[in-house]
């Protein structure tokens, strides 16, 4: 929601980050897989996109970090809202109004969230991120 101050979208848990399209990933058994060569939001770190399906159990929200890319479930243990990376720091933060904060590691940094975030291994596969659910 372009132009929406920061606190409004804080109440109603709008985040940043964007959804991928849909024919840009699979999903066989538990893996996902993304096709990286099509997917500039990751070409960069600090750049991330969620994934979102009925198929899925759970949101993921994939993150560039440097060389390494990072999945989680998208999903924040406090207020069950999505997450989005900080600007310039390896962070995750929740879209609501409480902030929870969490590192790369998905472990909580502040907030009222109870416990870490749920992380899935992931690894590259040529052009594939194949994400272990």
């Known amino acids: ?5 920061g606190f409004v979208k804080a109440i109603l848990g709008r985040c940043e980050t964007q ?5 840009l990933w699979s999903i066989e058994d538990t893996t996902l897989k993304v096709k990286l ?16 399906s009925q198929e899925l159990k759970a949101s993921v929200l994939l993150v560039r970090n440097g060389d390494r ?13 999505k997450l989005d990376p900080v600007p310039e720091k390896p962070l995750l933060r929740c879209c ?14 502040g907030g009222p969230a109870k416990g870490p975030l749920t992380q899935h291994s992931v690894e590259v596969a040529g052009n594939e991120l194949l994400v272990r659910l």
């Open 69 to 81: 890319y990072l999945a989680f479930a998208n999903k924040c243990p406090h207020a069950g809202r």
């Open 37 to 52: 060569d099509e997917v500039p939001q990751l070409s960069q770190s600090g750049g991330a996109v969620y994934l979102d």
């Open 1 to 5: 929601m372009p132009g929406m101050p």
């Open 19 to 23: 959804q991928l399209a849909r024919n």
């Open 96 to 109: 609501s109004l409480s902030h929870s904060t969490f590192d790369y590691e998905g472990r909580k940094i």
